[in-house]
């Protein structure tokens, strides 16, 4: 097998769910390369149907974490981004959940960690960060320099199990191809 460099793939590689933080604050530059890592996203008919609350507030910080039951941990953050569609659009989730990997990836690769938390029915986070009633909230993005080194071990299941060359059933990679 030829190993080539591929700065992507190594951040895809890496990356982790990463709960912790550290009580530092992320450069506001890093914050809007993350943030703009979402909007430069595709979306379906590049209809950008989507809406990103950048929170630095303590206090919302603290407010979000009790709003995700998933996510008590949002509370001690530095940065939270809320990621909502527009009600009416059939592929908000398709699009933003696109638009959440871009911006994870974009984070990681800067050092900074960060989740995915919730998904829908967070009514209360809506009204917290003030987006009209027309968007629906999909996640919510905690962000930090990790507490503690990320090991980057990834608990997956063997390519062979979730993927098959040409027809289901058959090995992939196979013994032809490199
Ligand atoms: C759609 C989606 C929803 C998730 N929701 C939560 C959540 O509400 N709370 C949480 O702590 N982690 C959540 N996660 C993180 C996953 O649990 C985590 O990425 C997965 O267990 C694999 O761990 P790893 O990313 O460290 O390899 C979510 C991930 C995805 C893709």
Same mark, same amino acid.
């Given at each position: 097998m030829v190993l080539m460099a591929n700065p992507v793939f190594d951040t895809v590689r890496s990356v982790m769910a990463v709960r912790e933080y550290q *009580?530092? /604050?992320i450069p $506001? *530059?890093?914050v809007t390369r993350i943030v703009d890592a979402g909007r430069l996203t595709a979306s379906a008919s590049n209809r950008q149907e989507w809406h990103f609350v950048v929170v630095r507030e303590p206090e919302t !910080? %603290? /407010?979000l974490g009790s709003l995700v039951r998933t996510g008590p941990y949002i509370a001690k953050s530095v940065l939270a981004i809320v990621v909502a569609y527009e009600k009416t659009s059939n592929t908000g989730i398709s699009d933003? $959940? %696109?638009a959440?990997? $871009?911006m994870l990836l974009t /984070?990681? /690769?800067e050092g900074v960690g960060s989740n995915w938390t919730g998904f829908g029915g967070l009514e209360g986070v809506r009204s917290k960060v003030a !987006?009209? *009633?027309r968007y629906e909230v999909l996640a919510v993005l905690p962000f930090g320099y990790p507490a503690r080194p990320v090991k980057g071990r990834k608990k997956r299941k063997p390519l062979a199990e979730v993927a098959s060359a040409e027809r289901f059933g058959t090995p992939f990679p196979g013994g032809g191809s490199s």
């Open positions: *009580d530092k /604050a $506001s *530059d890093v !910080l %603290r /407010a933003c $959940s %696109r959440i990997q $871009s /984070a990681w /690769a !987006l009209p *009633d």
